[in-house]
């Protein structure tokens, strides 16, 4: 197992295939998403679009509205993904067909059969959605749930995988998809720092590309559960991007995420949260998704580059209330100026020594003489 160093993430990173690359300057976003400083956002559709071609679209045309740089998508093979033994399950539970058509009563999280066939596209249907959202200019990503659907994937020259919380202690899985050499973003729901770093050295071994996403797999995820804190550790840790998959319909999270380095962001979104499915309850409507877009990307340019200086903004107040350094009595020409010689006044006058030259005021020599309350100058002193 390797050992990890912790790095400073404010000085360099590393990106997960090895390559060094400034922090500040992006890794894997930056390589295989989406230039700037600016978070790639991803509208999670997942199954929010209840199995349904035309409202799969529908979502595509709104993720790109509301400013979305990608959409995700789930595929299951259920051949490959069930045991031999096991039978897929009758589907339970009303499907909203649109925004507009809600049930007569509703389900709790966990209570949907898995995995409910109702929910599934068709190959076909992927690859026109695929190409839909490549034409507007969206990237398509897919969350592969077993080998068949990575094979699927990758034959069709997917530009990235996206590897599901459940399956990223599924090292045999891992091993797979990182054998195919396809940039793999990887969600950390339900792991640990050991767990993750296997999952890691998997992708190390394979120079496959990869990064993670800080996840809690709660739907919705509560407040006190986020543990934004772990975002700042794994970017050390692991020296690579470090993104962030949430599942509430607050903006808390992903706002502070942002503020602690995530620059890739999953989202569900949804037309109706009142839909019925099983993940609506967890995903944003489209014109929250939009004002979350635009309050990360403000987040981005309010954190500035670090450097701490007097910014022009600042000049109207420090103009209005700054001191000059006055005289408190005479001082002949040629005498030694002590801090008993001196004090600050506000004042309107043009000119003037501020009080950040105090200590090279004192114990200058005065080069003519000086009255008491006058504003001292430069060339009074120097």
Known sequence: MRQFTIANPLLYGVCCDGEKVGVMMGGFKEK????????????????????????????????????ADGVKFQKRDFSALLHPDVEVPNPNGYLSKDE?????????????????????????????LWKYAETIGLDFIVSPWENNSVDFLVKNGAKCLKLASIDTTNYMFCEY??????PTIVSTGMTNYHQQSIVWDIFQKAKCSMMFLHCTSAYPSPLEDKNLRCIFLMKEMFGCDIGFSGHAIDMEGTLGAVALGANVIEKHVTLSRNMSGPDHAAALEFAEFADLVTKARNMVVALG??????????????????????LKKN???????????????????????????????????????????QILEIVDYK
Not at 308 to 326: P, Q
Request: glycine share 8%.
């Open 177 to 182: 998809i990182a054998s195919k050499g396809v």
């Open 32 to 67: 295989y998403l989406k230039k700037g400083s600016e978070p790639y956002f991803i509208a999670e559709i997942g199954i929010n679009h209840s199995g349904l071609f035309d409202l799969a679209k529908r979502m595509i045309d709104d993720s790109k509205k509301a400013g």
């Open 305 to 326: 580059t670090g450097r701490k200086s007097f910014l022009d903004s600042e000049k109207t107040l420090h103009g209005v209330l700054c001191r000059k350094i006055v």
């Open 100 to 128: 507009n058509d809600f049930p007569d009563e509703t389900k709790a999280f966990g209570t949907w059969a898995y995995p409910d066939k109702r929910l599934e596209l068709s190959d076909e249907e992927i690859l026109d």
């Open 331 to 373: 001082i002949n020409k040629g005498s030694k100026i002590s801090k008993d010689d001196l004090t600050t006044f506000v004042t309107n006058k043009e000119g003037g020594v501020l009080p950040e030259a105090y200590y090279e005021v004192v114990g200058a020599i005065a080069q003519k003489d000086l009255v008491k309350n």
